[in-house]
């Protein structure tokens, strides 16, 4: 197998899951500073990396790749995980928005329901796109067999690190939107499964459930989507069931006077 070494801007980082195959993993996406295309980094184990490979969301990090062979999304990419070097971070200080920006904007689809549309003819499976009219939304997670998550940890922890069972969040977290270059668009639901969500569930406790989940909508219907944000949701499809997107994350710099996209 012949790796390439890619520079990835990484814009998306999902909640982990066990995996029997892959251990624990995160999906990893983010863009290819070189090509300014969308690429999928699988499997990354991200609490078994060392921690000066532990990258955050907006990371430029440099990693050898090779196309996945399981996976015929054209943006999927296998890793080694051990040649990750983080060579730069894009925080939001000093207008490091605008250098996200740099990356990000040119990646921008029209829609949503052109992503869809790609989806079928180029098998497209990433994409970035401006949503409007945005409700966020919650109902509870389907049960988990609570037994099985522990064996495939003891497995994992048998395997390789130890490490503690990571939280199942009880709650699924949604975005109601429409296309906002589409008039046409007949309106979309998506779950989002970005990490942040998941990690503020587990730090915003409260014995107050309600008081726990009006918080997390305000921060992400509120905060992300109010009108002095330039709000762009990244989405991504699931490879068992390809027409079934989900939200990674969102892109929301501040706007700017007489910004308009």
């Not at 990484?10 to 290819?32: F, L, R």
């Not at 549309?117 to 509870?140: A, H, I, M």
């Not at 027409?243 to 501040?254: A, D, E, K, Q, W």
């Amino acid at each position: 197998m012949i790796y390439e070494t890619k520079k990835v801007l990484v814009t998306v980082k999902a909640y982990p899951n066990p995996s029997k195959k892959y251990q624990e993993t995160v999906c990893v996406a983010g863009i290819d500073i070189d090509s300014y295309k969308w690429i999928r980094l699988y499997p990354i184990p991200f609490r078994d990396l060392d921690d000066d490979k532990k990258f955050k969301k907006y990371s430029i990090i440099k990693v050898k790749t090779i196309k996945a062979r399981d996976d015929h999304r054209i943006e999927s990419y296998r890793v080694d995980a051990d040649s990750i070097e983080i060579i730069d971070y894009l925080d939001t200080k000093k207008d490091k928005w605008e250098a996200r920006k740099r990356y990000v904007l040119p990646t921008i689809s029209k829609s949503f329901c052109e992503i869809i549309e790609k989806r079928q003819t180029e098998n497209k499976s990433l994409g970035v796109f401006k949503p409007r009219d945005v409700r966020f939304s919650y109902k509870k997670a389907k049960e988990i067999n609570k037994k099985e998550r522990a064996r495939c940890y003891a497995q994992l922890s048998f395997l390789n690190k130890e490490k503690d069972v990571i939280e199942h969040i009880p709650y699924d977290f949604y975005y109601e939107f429409f296309c906002s270059n589409n008039i046409n668009c007949k309106g979309h639901k998506l779950l989002i499964i970005d990490w942040e969500i998941g990690q503020a569930y587990r730090k915003w406790k409260y014995e107050n459930i309600n008081l726990l989940l009006e918080n997390i909508k305000k921060r992400w219907l509120d905060h992300i989507c109010s009108p002095n944000k330039d709000t762009f949701f990244y989405v991504g499809n699931m490879k068992r069931f390809p027409n079934n997107f989900l939200i990674l994350g969102v892109f929301y710099p501040p706007l700017k006077q007489g910004n308009v996209f």
